[in-house]
């Protein structure tokens, strides 16, 4: 499964009341597709607000997006959580709405060791089907898998992908070591470019929400051997990689969407919209 070069961790709509909604949802699917160049859609991660959607609008979420994708785009559901049993459970629901493959993230809060983490994603792997991204990410979960254990996992068949917020020198190790099959990419808008020098093969985005073409053109420059235009590129995303993380994600995205014409409504508590002063950053940016 080829997920391509550019994903957006995609936010999740919200109208007035604080329900999902779809119709700022199936245009926001279109533009990531169409303006934004989007190779793949990840739905319900952390940028899509997963910690207070319930099930049953994760599950509508899966469906609708491999609709309106109408396979443009590749979708990856966001179904992995600190409960292995729950996110089986998680997992088959998103393979019976269709979904190209999944996000697991490693477990939050119970930090299990590196032996626990492998069993925990061998036991996913075991029950399912769909080709799996892991989903490294220490500063919101307090713990890192490291490099062996992400290596250890790599050897499962399923098991195609990472997004990894780790320091550039694991990313390179693990680039470097993994079977072929096997394919890194950073999570770190501001590592974009940087990770592909040491080996990563793409980026999971939340900049590609607004200037996922500018960030396209510049993976497409690296890999052309153009360095000096990718390095262009990357230094003129670099205020919008800070801006759109000046304040707890995805508050600043869905802000910087409003002010392109696409209103994407506010968060949920516990995070809260960002005021007009603190916005100020971003309408210099956007």
């Known amino acids: 499964m080829d997920f391509g070069r550019l994903m957006t ?16 949802t199936g245009r926001l699917i279109d533009y990531l597709i169409e303006e934004q160049l989007s190779d793949t859609l990840v739905i319900a991660g952390t940028t899509g607000e997963a910690p207070t959607l ?88 307090g713990i890192n898998m490291t490099t062996a254990t992400t290596l250890r996992l790599a050897e499962l068949p399923n098991v195609v992908a990472t997004k990894d917020c780790a320091p550039l020198d694991q990313l390179a190790e693990i680039a470097e070591n993994a079977p072929s099959h096997f394919r890194v990419y950073s999570g770190d808008d501001s590592a974009a470019l940087p990770a592909l020098a040491v080996g990563a093969y793409g980026i999971v985005s939340v900049a590609s929400h607004v200037i996922g073409a500018d960030m396209k053109a510049m993976i ?14 990357h230094a003129k995303s670099l205020p919008i990689f800070k801006g759109l993380f000046i304040y707890p994600s995805p508050a600043p995205v869905k802000y910087a969407l409003a002010l392109k014409g696409l209103s994407v409504g506010g968060v949920r508590l516990p995070l809260v919209t960002m005021t007009d002063a603190e916005g100020e950053y971003l309408r210099q940016l956007v």
């Open 54 to 141: 319930n099930e049953a609008e994760k599950e509508q979420l899966f469906r609708f997006s491999v609709q309106r994708a109408g396979g443009r785009a590749k979708i990856i559901a966001g179904t992995g959580s600190n409960d292995t049993a729950h996110t089986i459970h998680m997992t088959a629901m998103a393979e019976a709405c269709g979904v190209d493959g999944i996000l697991l993230v490693t477990p939050y809060y119970n930090k299990p060791n590196q032996e626990g983490l492998y069993q925990h994603f061998k036991a996913i792997a075991e029950s399912t089907k769909l080709p799996i991204m892991l989903y490294n990410v220490p500063s919101r979960t």
């Open 220 to 233: 497409n420059a690296y890999l052309e051997g153009d360095v000096r235009k990718a390095s262009k590129l």
């Open 9 to 24: 961790a995609m936010a999740t709509p919200f109208d007035a009341e604080g329900s999902i909604d779809w119709e700022a």
